[in-house]
């Protein structure tokens, strides 16, 4: 019965016999495929997700099958054009984006211009790929699509809203039970905000997303919350030397961080010195380092969780439901400590 | 740059070119196309609706391009096999149907037995056809595809929770504008609840889809409420006539409803007779009955509304919005008054 | 132990021997006081509620036992003013005035300056009364300590934000058992609002006292609400006929209401018509001619009642659980007829 | 005006001339008063409530001037019989009790018997006083005048949920003007909650007087969190030493914390160890301490706060508007590191 009903109902989502062959090949031409971490990554892309990308395309035993783009940092035309130029420098311009989401579920829209008007910095260069180089598919599409060809293998990465991850549920409420495990940077663990007074941008973004998918992907799933981060920060002199290394790599993501940069070495508040350390903070790019290397984090808070819909200060809160009021059966692992040599490793690869 | 970006994102919704024949010859068998009503139908059957597509297939100037199906009444699945089966007694299953969701957005299912376990009264048919008939594109793609063939000649009429609706235009945000117009069964004009205190059960059970519908949906639209139907029951004595032709159909019907009846024949209670007129109430058939022929409806409420999603005690009720609080454009027609003889021409019509 | 307890607690509220002494001379002057009906009325004044006390205070079978004045129409100093000028017009300045409260419990203040900056028109009176004439008791002191005084035997009537009200069960739980019944001007019962969308001024004005009140006051409750009154304009003709007695009353109600009656005779937008009668809309002078005589009011809803208070549209509605979902023991009477004639010749007597 | 006004309101919240010389010449009798930290006291007690009264009782720079009662841990009668055994204990029984709120402003009661049904360890000592040593007072009324008797003069020290503090505030908005500073014990500072998932037992006991208090008592606020208590538990061995003293006080609070001890010396579960030291937690008895002796907190969160009153996981959370985006001029003090060795002795001391 599942699998006469809901096998074609996947085959609706391919596009097509060739698009499916050309996944197959390129899967077989990294051999042996099964060794490689595969990884399907949805951004919101950001310079904060251009470091994170910048960080699985280095790293040697990754490959990434697909870059599914939502609304967030930027509109989301814009986070298909920065993924494009992220990929054409690191001369990955192979790997599949597809379009997805453009506002959240309950569309009160929210794009944060933290990263500029065009997400990237705004150092715009004229030798971008453009939008044609974008897939036809629907990026919830194929993120079904792919995660289905491949049960059980693939790490699903999210770094901006999620809202195609919450569509992609409810298009296909099996689907979820195929992840292989799940690494997402979003919410806030001590009910530090950023956007909010209690709420992080990423789910802050689209909270009924946060919600559906923290309820119904059962899949091992890891949070990369806006605290954890801050109090990860990179020393800046460390910043600095992976920046300057001699190389295209480094050189861009100089330049479009270079805002950015100026921003977070201003003096931090007192209030947010309590939680936030001086140095380059990079949220998305820790969440990438678990999905690459699940050892970066040597602690976790395993709990049941749920994200707040009604509050008036606390909407799109990430709840740690310690005492397990909730009853829930699934968990997730809220990072707590960072193996930080291991992450500035990574950082380090990703730039050279 | 539309037709770059969003045409391609309609051809991956195709399920394939043999498909798309199909519709099309289907399409041309019907001379000629263009003068006939062309439905497309979303259901939560249960006999509500059941009695509302027996309308539509009787209705000579209507065609039906499709039927998606929505949890509601019953499963999803149930209500799949219950249209399946309303076609076959009507002769008409060379109808698509598709399966759609299978849960509301947010997860908290409230499925409604009042038409039995199985949703169609519990009167079970050992030859009913069976979920192999079910087509195997998604409800949500046949719905984006259907319509996007035929760009404003499509009435869209919903008659069960609205989540297929609501995943159809986060899907494809520029969908909306290429439907015609839009009949709607669901919420209340005077928060008089069936469901709860204040919320009907086809916006109750996904008020976040009846919000994302009533806000993005910029179609002309129309709404039969809980109340409006409730005023407008029709005469037990001429519900008797119509289920007592002598006819495959009205004897269909009439087993069907059985236990509904009795249910509804009962005294109504002093508080809910303030806005109920004794009488058979299939809110159902007069959203369709609006779609097959508008003049049905001789009096509208014509203005902006909402929905409320965060009450204890009036989530999910419709909001009307009659001072323009909310500064929306977009208004929707709220049905007022009812021809009440030429509904139950239909009505009659329907079962010969 | 109640005795032991609650007694001493009430004693605490009197301001002293004398102010208790004069209460009960004015009592013994009202020869048989029981014959009476005795009002202790909670006021916003406003011209409505200066028209519904006029009405009390023309009523030959009524005594007013106090008057206390909450924030609403305006500032509660001006309420307090307000409400003298009345007396004064009408000769009954004994009658003791309170000031209570100046602000809802969660004071997020909406005073409605429908009826002038100061509540009353904007036609100020030189020769008005002063603030020292107001009681030097706080109004919800006076509340229990009158009603305390006088166990069931009297009526409270309540034309503005119930704030007031909610305090006095909030400091005496046993209060509200000794009232004999209470009519409330406030909420709405079709979900038609004046302030807000879906709410009425005076609950909209505190939804938390509103729904304290409703939830604790246990005595026989009426409710008029926003839609009753707008259905039962009284015609222009008669309110002409009203204020052009050629008495010192009338030519004061005139004079204040001048504004308000422009305003009024606009014509009713569409909607707003689809509710709302043309004509002289006074809803507290409704509320108050049911608290002098119950019969004004010929037919009622009976049913238990709540107000929402979370909702984005609809925080401050009146809820009516007509299914009696909430399984409350409490039920309230919402006003649904009136008798016109018997409300006209009240509003005549007033002004004589 | 304010005085013509409000000094009248204010009297009639005295309960006559005797009591006020009383008070005064309690006053006369500490000589010299002005030398002396004066407290005014609001508890729910509670053992802990029991502690942080003994501390202030046993301080030798403090007076206590009135103790009001409120619901919380037991019943409101059961807090007032509480805290005259604790006075008869301590030989203070001159102190006067005033019973106040017996339930939240909302009615949505939660009384907490963490302590035991008596809220006092269930140890019943025959020969405790009654509830005739009740004062006749209103807790509220008492609240207001005794501060105001003294402007500027007097500590607030609350330690159970803040209803009688949100009363006396809504019945006279001027009186936090007069408070000379206040130590509140309630909500949480990183969302970890006992009683809900995401809030603290006082705060959500009546989420609504917190609101109000935070939001209208304008005096320097202390504020001890729920995670600040548990991160700062006094080690066992300590308490020991403390309970074994030889003394009437030690053996009696050793008496009714038996159960409470038991329960504390249970293993922590690993998530909760997050935040709570082993040992004794008393979180009573640091806002008691902070109120004796301000020094005894070395860091401080000095930030405005608010009180979320929606949400459906984090109602009665309190908020920190570290980011300063409500734009509120008031500021709270929310202790951040204890002076252990302070809070030691002044815990030894009381116990001697």
Redesign the interface.
């Known amino acids: 019965?599942f699998l006469?009903?809901m096998r074609?109902?996947l085959?609706?989502?391919k596009?097509?016999g060739s698009r499916w062959r050309l996944a197959c090949l390129r899967g077989s031409k990294t051999v042996p495929a099964m060794e490689k971490k595969l990884l399907l990554v949805d951004v919101d892309a950001g310079v904060d997700d251009a470091a994170a990308l910048m960080i699985a395309l280095a790293a040697p035993n990754v490959e990434i099958l697909g870059i599914t783009c939502c609304f967030g940092n930027t509109e989301v035309?814009n986070v298909c054009k920065n993924v494009l130029r992220v990929l054409k420098k690191c001369h990955h311009l192979q790997i599949p984006v597809y379009?997805g989401?453009?506002?959240p579920?309950?569309?009160t829209m929210k794009n944060d211009y933290f990263y500029g008007t065009d997400g990237l910095g705004d150092v715009p260069d004229a030798e971008a790929p453009g939008?044609?180089r974008?897939?036809?598919?629907?990026a919830?599409?194929a993120m079904i699509r792919i995660i289905s060809e491949r049960p059980n293998q693939v790490t699903l990465v999210a770094t901006g809203p999620l809202?195609n991850l919450?569509?992609a549920v409810?298009?296909?409420?099996k689907f979820p039970k195929k992840i292989k495990n799940m690494s997402i940077m979003g919410g806030n663990m001590?009910?530090?905000?950023n956007i909010?007074?209690?709420a992080e941008f990423n789910f802050a973004a689209d909270p009924?997303a946060a919600?559906?998918v923290l309820?119904?992907y059962t899949c091992p799933t890891f949070i990369t919350t806006w605290e954890f981060a801050c109090l990860h920060a990179v020393p800046w002199e460390f910043y600095e030397k992976c920046t300057s290394q001699d190389s295209e790599k480094a050189r861009f993501l100089k330049e479009i961080y270079a805002v950015t940069t100026e921003i977070q070495k201003r003096p931090i508040?007192k209030?947010?010195a309590?939680y936030r350390k001086p140095g380059f903070v990079s949220c998305d790019s820790i969440a990438m380092a678990i999905a690459v290397d699940q050892n970066v984090v040597t602690e976790s808070?395993f709990?049941p969780v749920?994200v707040?819909?009604?509050?008036?200060?606390?909407?799109g809160?990430l709840?740690?439901?310690?005492?397990d009021?909730?009853k829930k059966e699934n968990k997730v692992s809220i990072a707590k400590e960072l193996d930080m040599e291991k992450f500035k490793s990574l950082l380090l690869g990703a730039l050279k």
């Open positions: 019965m006469r009903l074609p109902v085959c609706s989502w596009a097509g035309e379009q989401a453009s506002s579920l309950l569309n939008l044609d974008v897939q036809h598919e629907h919830v599409a809202t919450a569509l409810k298009m296909d409420p001590y009910s530090r905000g909010d007074i209690c009924e919600y559906i309820n119904e508040p209030l947010r309590l808070i709990c749920s707040e819909l009604t509050g008036s200060h606390t909407r809160m709840v740690l439901d310690m005492d009021a909730l």
